[in-house]
């Protein structure tokens, strides 16, 4: 049985085209815009009354390189007609190998897509999933020392 969550009872129109699945092949396949406002979250941050989430597709989710190629074209003109961006990483713990490659072909592939990334790396935000809880503290340490060993 594969472990999934996800939104029930969402009353957000835009949000229920957002689809999310616990199955291998990825559910977004175009750049999907969602407006939200953030009194009714209860959210308040730096003056904002609301913001656009974007869902992307994923990267290697099973659909090939040349989709890869696509979904990199359509989130970089995405991220070009933003007036700021806080992208959030996902990372899942069963794909980063053993020595880290997954995470080693992540940084590659956002320091293609951001040139400038080491000032832009404050701005990111990271989800780590399917982490067992005696590896969390180990998270930090490992990403410090590809960061520190990174060639821009």
Known sequence: M???IEPVNVS????RRV????LARSETRLVT???LKLKEYKIRYSGMTEVLICDTPGFEASEGVEVDIAN??????AVCQAKSIRPVVLINYKKIGGR???????SSLLIKIFPNIKELLPSFNYIFT????????SINPQCTNILNNLTL
């Open 2 to 4: 594969i472990s999934h």
């Open 12 to 15: 957000n129109e835009e949000l």
């Open 19 to 22: 689809r999310v699945s616990g």
């Open 33 to 35: 815009g969602v407006r």
């Open 72 to 77: 990199c074209i359509g989130i970089i003109k």
């Open 100 to 106: 880290m490659e997954g995470i080693k072909t992540l």
């Open 130 to 137: 399917n982490y067992h809880s005696s590896l969390i503290k």
